[in-house]
């Protein structure tokens, strides 16, 4: 079924002329798009199709950690952020969404220890975020 939901996504950005060279980022593009529409499966989908294109693309991991997240798919939220660590140790926003996923997930240690790498990267940012987050 996801193959398929790929095809079909795939299929939508076919033009008139035959079949248009289409890039990672269109699909990043059109998956945040999908996000703003409250479209969460078809973000992941259109995150998935970017990564397919290109498998270093952090921000469209990023992405589909986001839509994972706000679908309460803890697990799947925190391996798309930490393949985002992986990719750049220095990503303040995956260690801070890879925190708070943990915070959901009932996992206070891990979401410390995120919490203090963030730190480390930029302490300002991650109070703020963390004080953003108590009053949600």
């Known amino acids: 079924m996801r ?4 095809l079909f996504l795939a299929l939508l ?3 008139s002329d035959g079949f248009s060279q ?3 980022s269109d699909y990043l ?16 989908l259109l995150c998935d199709a970017a990564i397919n294109l290109n498998n270093n693309y ?3 991991y990023f992405h589909r950690g986001y839509n994972k ?3 309460e798919d803890y697990a799947g939220a925190s391996i798309d952020f930490s393949i985002v660590i992986d990719l750049n140790a220095e990503n303040l926003d995956a260690y801070l969404y890879r925190a708070l996923t943990n915070q959901k997930a009932g996992k206070k240690w891990a979401a410390t220890e995120d ?4 730190r480390r990267i930029d302490a ?7 004080t953003t987050n108590l009053f949600r």
């Open 69 to 71: 997240l706000l679908k």
């Open 124 to 130: 300002f940012q991650t109070m703020a975020f963390i």
């Open 115 to 118: 919490y203090n790498s963030a």
């Open 29 to 44: 593009r059109a998956a945040i798009v999908a996000t703003q529409k409250k479209k969460y499966d078809q973000a992941i």
């Open 13 to 15: 950005f076919i033009s």
């Open 3 to 6: 193959k398929f939901s790929i």
């Open 22 to 24: 289409y890039k990672a």
């Open 58 to 60: 952090e921000s469209a």
